[in-house]
């Protein structure tokens, strides 16, 4: 399997939007709705912030959102924060009890 | 609350065997609803998913490196391991190991800081 197809970079003002996209196949994003989205803050681990494309875990500000459509998945950042600059990483099921990263996107908040 | 942490040589030669263990605390291994991951990271580069296994020891692997890996379950002492065979510089990488909840937020919850693992001689 190849890994998801993420824009290198983003940004946005802060309050501004940014949407990052996610593109896969047929076989693992437009296959199954477990698509998750992961932010990474320097020398940090990965923390989840989008499962099941578009639930939020417990504690995820409201501001973060996720939808899909056909093979594409995305992540919207809404009222962007500093602290919202970091590297985001979407993921997928397989099939097979098997998952995949996509390249991942540094977002920079202006 | 859950903690993992991984633990291993951060210096490995090429040609030979890179071997990582997590220990996980705060609950135990053998829950029905999860599956246990590793994930490394190269310097400067982007996640890979290698990999997870079941507390009843069935793993599952990336197809990119399944002919190279091994992870393994020991619910005797609440950990679950990684071997990567036959190393060669692009296997540095800062590796993680995670829970993947299977119920709940059906993604990796919790995860270790993460190990550094270079291969040079």
């Known amino acids: 399997q190849s890994a998801l197809t993420q824009p290198p970079s983003a940004s946005g003002s802060p309050g501004q939007s940014v949407t990052i996209s996610c593109t896969g196949t047929?076989?693992?994003?437009?296959?199954?709705?477990?698509v998750s989205w992961y932010q990474q803050h320097p020398g940090k681990a990965p923390k989840v912030i989008i499962y099941d494309v578009t639930k939020r875990p417990s504690g995820v500000p409201d501001r973060f959102s996720g939808s899909k459509s056909g093979n594409t998945a995305s992540l919207t950042v809404s009222g962007l924060l500093a602290d919202d600059e970091a590297d985001y990483y979407c993921?997928?099921?397989?099939?097979?009890?098997?998952?995949?990263f996509g390249g991942g996107t540094k977002l920079t908040v202006l | 609350q859950l903690q993992l942490q991984e633990s291993g040589p951060g210096l490995v030669k090429p040609s030979e065997t890179l071997s990582l263990t997590c220990s996980v605390s705060?609950?135990?291994?053998?829950?029905?609803?999860?599956?246990w991951a590793w994930i490394r990271q190269p310097p400067g580069k982007g996640l890979e998913w290698i990999g997870n296994?079941?507390?009843?020891?069935?793993?599952y692997y990336s197809p990119s490196l399944k002919s190279r890996v091994t992870i393994a379950v020991d619910t005797s002492k609440n950990q679950f391991s990684l071997k990567v065979r036959s190393v060669t510089a692009a296997d540095t990488a800062v590796y993680f190991c995670a829970r993947h909840d299977l119920m709940t937020t059906t993604s990796l919850d919790y995860w270790g800081q993460g190990a550094l693992v270079t291969v040079s001689s």
């Open positions: 705060g609950d135990s291994i053998s829950g029905s609803h999860y599956y």
């Open positions: 047929s076989s693992d994003i437009g296959g199954h709705n477990y």
């Open positions: 296994v079941f507390y009843t020891g069935d793993p």
């Open positions: 993921n997928s099921y397989v099939g097979s009890n098997t998952y995949v």
